[in-house]
């Protein structure tokens, strides 16, 4: 059981920036697939960035160039860096976690509000 917890949310102004955290157990955190996912009202959960263990990211179109995701094995952490926010960002945002088992977990997610 792998459990995972967001935080660094909340209101943000047009063109700001906010850095996410996501907090996991499991003394294998070096070994899992992370990413980070969000949902806004009426709309489906995308992938919005992830990141191997090995290090590869990997961005959607819409954030490339705006967010960073970036991960400490020795902090179990995994971030998400994000910059040049637009009120098109506002969702809440979920981390994720897969396992060398194929096991996927889901954080309980964090707001974030773009607007002026």
């Known amino acids: 059981q792998v459990q995972l917890v967001e935080s660094g949310g909340g209101l943000v102004q047009p063109g700001g920036s906010l850095r996410l955290s996501c907090a996991a157990s499991?003394?294998?955190?070096?070994?899992?697939?992370m990413g980070w996912y969000r949902q806004a009202p009426g709309k489906q959960r995308d992938s919005v960035a992830t990141?191997?263990?090995?290090?590869?990211?990997n961005y959607a179109d819409s954030v490339k160039g705006r967010f960073t995701i970036s991960r400490d094995n020795a902090k179990k952490t995994v971030y998400l860096q994000m910059s040049r926010l637009s009120p098109e960002d506002t969702a809440v945002y979920y981390c994720?976690?897969?396992?060398?088992?194929?096991?996927?977990?889901w954080g309980r997610g964090t707001q974030v509000t773009v607007s002026s």
């Open positions: 994720y976690a897969k396992t060398l088992s194929g096991s996927g977990y």
């Open positions: 990141i191997t263990s090995g290090g590869t990211t």
């Open positions: 499991g003394v294998l955190f070096s070994t899992y697939h």
